[in-house]
T-cell receptor, first 115, second 114 residues
């Protein structure tokens, strides 16, 4: 069965601190895709990144970076120099390539960045 | 502006009434989805449609119904059979039918049933 675990329910940091959000997944598939979404207080989920299982290179986009490690089944998300606008709930999600594989979401991590 | 619209943002209903949540997209996406979000939980799939005039049940379809008569519209009806309808409902779409495409979400509808 496919599963996504985000063990950190809530994280609080002070602005300019770096913060890492953990995501651990389980899957039977050899080919799979991982996603991160951001849900600000407005409620709309915003797509951040999609990564397939064959691409283990880390990705950096501005202050955001992602560390994909197949050996530990993890796809962690780091925000460098956090800002108040980063306050949101962040979801990690997983899908495989079988037609029966749907998009499985973790329970989310609420990040609060204080000024 | 291309995107997904959901209306209304807040909806209040009495127990026993059916209610329909609107979802419209102008992204020309083939697939559309409905999710339910409860406090402290991830998103759970209610229904999805990969093509017009076709839709499939998700993990928690009981008490809900949908239609997909037009590519851009995917309304969700919460029926009186749904035992705990109070929740935040999110509609999404993706360019292709495969689950590997990223999904784009609407702003959501918060439904309160008393």
């Amino acid at each position: 069965a496919q599963k996504v675990t985000q063990a950190q329910t809530e994280i609080s940091v002070v602005e300019k601190e770096d913060v890492t959000l953990d995501c651990v997944y389980e899957t039977r598939d050899t080919t799979y895709y991982l996603f991160w979404y951001k849900q600000p207080p407005s409620g709309e989920l915003v797509f951040l990144i999609r990564r397939n299982s064959f691409d283990e290179q880390n990705e950096i986009s501005g202050r955001y970076s992602w560390n994909f490690q197949k050996s530990t089944s993890s796809f962690n998300f780091t925000i460098t120099a956090s800002q108040v606008v980063d306050s949101a709930v962040y979801f990690c999600a997983l899908t495989g390539t079988y037609n029966t594989d749907k998009l499985i979401f973790g329970t989310g991590t609420r990040l609060q960045v204080f000024p | 502006d291309g995107g997904i619209t959901q209306s209304p943002k807040y909806l209040f209903r009495k127990e026993g009434q059916n209610v329909t949540l609107s979802c419209e997209q102008n992204l020309n996406h083939d697939a559309m989805y409905w999710y339910r979000q409860d406090p402290g939980q991830g998103l759970r799939l209610i229904y999805y449609s990969q093509i017009v005039n076709d839709f499939q049940k998700g993990d928690i379809a009981e008490g809900y119904s949908v239609s997909r008569e037009k590519k851009e519209s995917f309304p969700l009806t919460v029926t009186s059979a749904q035992k705990n309808p109070t929740a935040f409902y999110l509609c999404a779409s993706s360019v292709g039918a495969a689950w590997t495409y990223e999904q784009y979400f609407g702003p959501g509808t918060r439904l309160t049933v008393t």
